[in-house]
């Protein structure tokens, strides 16, 4: 795992540097300083070292992608921004998020300078290797995934406090809301590196599927991780009534009685710790936990068996060892 | 000016049936809702119609432009539905804005929604008539335009109760804010007609004048326009202390004693209408009403200037009756 902390590190450098040249020119001050704030805070760039990565695994140069990266990356940004003020969520990437340092004005026009800044740089990607027709792709990849983001937020914000949800709604969710980039990202790099529509398509799904098993080990990870390496509390999606594969599945499995125990705690503002261990209890009940990582262990192999359709080589090992990753890692 | 009207009325009918039928793909059903509302309030649409009047001007086809025109009036409803969640404008074209019917996340995400839309829809808009390359120009004049949309508002804000703000300074906001789409309307407009790049960089000057233009009008148009025409109080401006070319000017000339009566009103929240009155004078007083009127006519002048590169055509001789509509309209 450190490996591909280490490969995700290499791949990143070029792309903080292209971030950090593409926002300097930003003007005023006040908003490049709230445009670049979370872009330095360290995310994990899991996405822009897909794009890059993906572009060297079908035979492309990853310089020919890396403004399109960096343009995905900012995309990613500019969605936890407005995502924060929708959410509440004060606190990202372990600082102040943008709306609490600023307020939701300067939050909601930052966010939108990213975006606007992202398909800015994308369009400008064309170079003698890359074609118009390629960015054309690229852009429609990246636009059509923002489009998912958006409809996702808006149903994961409609399924609050909504528990009849099923499992193919919840994941047509977690689809819109997190795997639609992560595809968007390796499928732009197969474009750029000049794929076949085959295996564009197949870099598509590969992406699709780590980004569904990404989600589900996030909320797993809320339950079974120690509170420091989480930086918040074990269980806090359980007092805060969130949606989870887990929860979706345990609902749909247990006895009436025991989903109205659950869906009390859920509903309560104020869960305490007894009542997070009661619900720790029935989702053990009901085997929830072993399910939603069987779900997710699930993609992940199908993802990597999609890869055996590229030729072998270094890149390809590297998209192996991260669809191993979404599921290895511990925060 | 009814004459515009007009032709404004039959470019608009196509772009409307566009808008609905990109919009209607949008789930889940409240966020479409969100996101169409403001596109059926009946603007005036003079964006796109610049777009598809600047293509049939340059020798296309108007229907190549369609998509593009239609997708800048979706992003300048993006913009006004931002920019009324953060100036917190209750109404917007006679109708509650998207933030009071829903809440301001609804309206973060509905803008972000429209937003995402437009991209998708021009790097959609590849045809027979319409080549890669043309639509990565679009594409690039577009975001740009984003850009500069985001960069104008921040600089808004920061001019707000900021009274030392040069002509220049206010100028590069209005062309931020304003100005910019409406340029990147007419660019985009003659990029698809296949414009040779002089004709190109003339149609965005073009655009620009008469947006700059466009401006100073609705800041006058506050002052000497009647109550109902506007479908607001006469000088709410004054009351507001918004800054505009026309109070710009006034402190420039002002006398010292002027200068701080013109100022204590401005700063102050609750003007009275005698306030309002003491105000008009000193603009009088200094002449400040004429010499906006007169940088807006020298701008519009100049646009139609710039038209004379252009083939004579009906489409020329529209956008040289659009120049004059600007400075025409009362409301």
Redesign the interface.
Same mark, same amino acid.
């Given at each position: 795992m450190s490996d591909v902390k280490e490969i995700l590190g290499s791949y990143s450098v070029d792309v903080i540097e292209t971030i950090k040249d593409n926002l300097s020119t930003? $003007?005023?001050k006040?908003?490049q300083e709230a445009s670049v704030y979370l872009t330095k805070a360290g995310g994990k760039m899991i996405r822009p070292c897909l794009t890059l990565i993906s572009t060297k695994a079908v035979g492309g140069k990853k310089e020919s992608s890396l403004n399109s990266a960096a343009a995905i990356e900012l995309i990613h940004t500019f969605s936890l921004i407005?995502d924060d003020?929708?959410d509440d969520d004060d606190i990202r990437r372990g600082m102040p998020a943008v709306h609490k340092v600023w307020d @939701? @004005?300067v939050a909601?026009?930052s966010? @939108? $300078?990213l975006?606007?800044?992202a398909?800015?740089m994308i369009?400008?990607s064309?170079s003698s290797d890359v074609?118009?027709?390629q960015?054309?792709k690229v852009?429609?990849t990246v636009? @059509?995934a923002?489009?998912y983001?958006?409809?996702g937020?808006?149903?994961d914000?409609?399924f609050e406090g909504c528990y009849d949800v099923s499992e193919d709604e919840y994941l047509d969710m977690v689809f819109k809301k997190t795997a639609a980039l992560i595809a968007a990202s390796t499928k732009a790099g197969a474009i750029i590196g000049g794929a076949s529509d085959e295996i564009v398509d197949v870099m598509y799904e590969y992406g699709r599927l780590i980004g569904l098993a990404f989600q589900i080990q996030d909320d797993y990870l809320d339950l079974v991780s120690d509170e420091e390496s989480l930086g918040k509390p074990i269980g806090s999606d359980i007092a805060k009534g969130k949606m989870t594969l887990i929860v979706v599945k345990s609902l749909f499995e247990a006895s009436d009685e025991d989903r109205e125990i659950l869906l009390k705690i859920l509903k309560d503002d104020d869960s305490s710790n007894e009542d997070i261990g009661v619900v720790l209890d029935l989702f053990d009940k009901y085997d929830s936990l072993e399910y939603a990582r069987k779900v997710a262990q699930d993609n992940v192999d199908k993802a990597k068996q999609l890869l055996k359709i590229l030729p072998d080589s270094e890149s390809k090992i590297a998209l192996e060892k991260i669809a191993d990753f979404v599921l290895e890692r511990h925060s």
């Open positions: 930003i $003007t005023p006040a908003l407005h003020i929708m @939701d @004005d909601i026009l966010g @939108d $300078t975006f606007s800044k398909f800015l369009s400008q064309v074609s118009y027709e960015i054309n852009l429609s636009a @059509d923002c489009l983001i958006c409809e937020q808006a149903l914000i409609e």
